[in-house]
């Protein structure tokens, strides 16, 4: 099964994609991967507040927080999709 970490690269980000690998080897998405991503996300909101406020020396935090963001929508679309399958209907 893949595991999370490398998930995200093999789907390239994309959240069809990745529910079609995980699938193929009867994985899922539990909440917590999704509720670390979110927790590792908000844990840099300062640092992006400061780089927002500081110019072009803040843009790797920018990047860092984006990529950070787009692993959490990634696995939330990935949940979605489960969710629809099973229930034809999501809570998300």
């Known amino acids: ?28 998405v539990p909440p917590n991967w999704i509720k670390r991503y979110t927790e590792s996300r908000m844990k840099k909101h300062a640092d992006v507040a400061r780089a927002l406020r500081g110019g072009l020396e803040g843009y790797a935090t920018l990047l860092d927080w984006e990529e950070a963001y787009r692993k959490e929508c990634f696995y939330y679309g990935i949940r979605a999709l489960f969710e629809l399958e099973r229930d034809g209907k999501t809570k998300l």
């Open 1 to 28: 099964m893949s595991d999370e970490s490398t998930l995200f690269e093999k789907a390239n980000g994309n959240s069809v994609t990745g529910y079609l690998l995980l699938k193929a080897e009867g994985g899922n």
